[in-house]
């Protein structure tokens, strides 16, 4: 039954509709995976030597002691980035197949996922030189047992925290409180964490602990799983209580202000839309990464223009990216209907200028590090107004991945909804407004780099119903392939 499996996601995949269109990207992700694979391995193989060397410590000590930070970050790479394989179960459910075959294959696929094997690479090789240096052979094994087994339990905790929203938010919150204890010095979790890595060498029966942990997480999801797969239950539509909105304060915007309306209600009334604005809120507090000073290798201009961008450009990056895909649930409807293509690109224009205006006021407390970080921040307001804002909806035109409305996860979005095109035009969103403001500094003054990128945001300001006018060319031009991306339910 698994080889049967392997067949179909295998015609899944090939007769995909973004098979063809994405095949340079899939190259291009291959090459990418080869480049942290053989950095991975470096690292294991030269870890060791530069603890020891230059820094004069006891190397599994100190890599142990941060250990801690190593899997956290592994997880919050995978819930932004790990896609969760999900077979086209609906079909499946008519034939006699066993509801546990299936489960165990869709979870089988998650362990072969290359943020799995990719610690290996690291792991592998760290421990064999551990041997080599003389530590116990069988202390040694039974680590890198342990701690690959704690690879693995996250594969299954992001499985659990992409299904269920509290256990996200809790997370995340845990995350938030240890990151800014330590730094301020007021708990370091390293002090208890160490003692329990350390003695995954030091007392061999320890290593049954990771092992166990892992075990029950794929317990927990395999039962999760089974138990919702259901059509009338977990895999059903599920049908809200309708409430009546009006917002006729917006009506005298006209056509604008019913997009508005729309876009309103779809932003408080679904779960990716609402996750987005989470993501955004999140945003605001990046910036204190780049202008604290506490990481020396963002204490320089170029990186806090790139955090003025980012502060207030939380909503433009999270919502703007898949516009038109939030209304991919009826866009071949909306299609039909005698719609102007610039009144729904300008409403959803306006609703990013407001978010970004909101954004840059609420991030007044940066002023706490003075006047001169929060002017950092206008002018990156400016700039995500002037052409970010542009950018955002150019790139739209491209993207043609459906979002499921119901589903929290992913607000950064789908692989998928990543090709060539949208990553030529996400450069411009970063990179530009940083040469622009290095090119002022350098030659003239700080004040200048700031006043260039200003100047910039207002001629894409001045130029905005040009740039309109070409963009929605562009979306005319993509209408069709888009609505048959929109009909590809995988």
Partial sequence: MFKKFLSLEWKAFTRSASFRTNLALKILMIFGAIYFIVMFLLLGVSVFYIIKKQLHLEPLAVVNRFLIYYFIFDLLLRLFLQKIPVMNIRPLLTLPIKKSTIVNFSLGKTVLSFFNFLHCFFFVPFSIVLIIEGYDIVSIILWHIAVMSLVYANNFLNILLNNKDYLFYIFIGLVAVCAFSQYYEVFNITDYTVVFFQGLFDTKYLFLLPVLFLIGLYVTTFNYFKKNLHLDTGLSSKHDIAKTEQFAWLDQFG????????????????????????MSVLFLFYGLLFFSGGIEAYDNPMMKMFAGIFVSGGFLFTFGQFVPSWDSAYYPLMMTQNIPYKGY???????????????????????????????????????????????????????KTPVDLNSSKGAFGDKKAFNVKTMLITLPKLLLPMLIYILGYKLIS????????????IIGFAFRNTVFSMIEKIYKSEKYSTLQAYKQKA
């Fill in 255 to 278: 056509n604008i202000g019913t997009f508005l309306k729309n876009d309103i209600r779809l932003i408080k009334r679904n779960k990716r839309s609402k996750t987005t604005i989470f």
């Fill in 345 to 399: 690109l300008n409403s959803k224009w306006w609703l990013i200028v407001i978010a970004t205006a909101i954004s840059t006021i609420l991030a007044s407390f940066y002023l706490y590090f003075g006047w001169e970080i929060y002017v950092i921040i206008i002018v990156g307001a400016i700039y995500n107004i002037g052409v970010n804002s542009h950018l955002v909806l150019l790139g739209g035109a491209f993207t």
């Fill in 446 to 457: 700080p004040e200048a780099g700031l006043l260039f990128v200003a100047a910039t945001g």
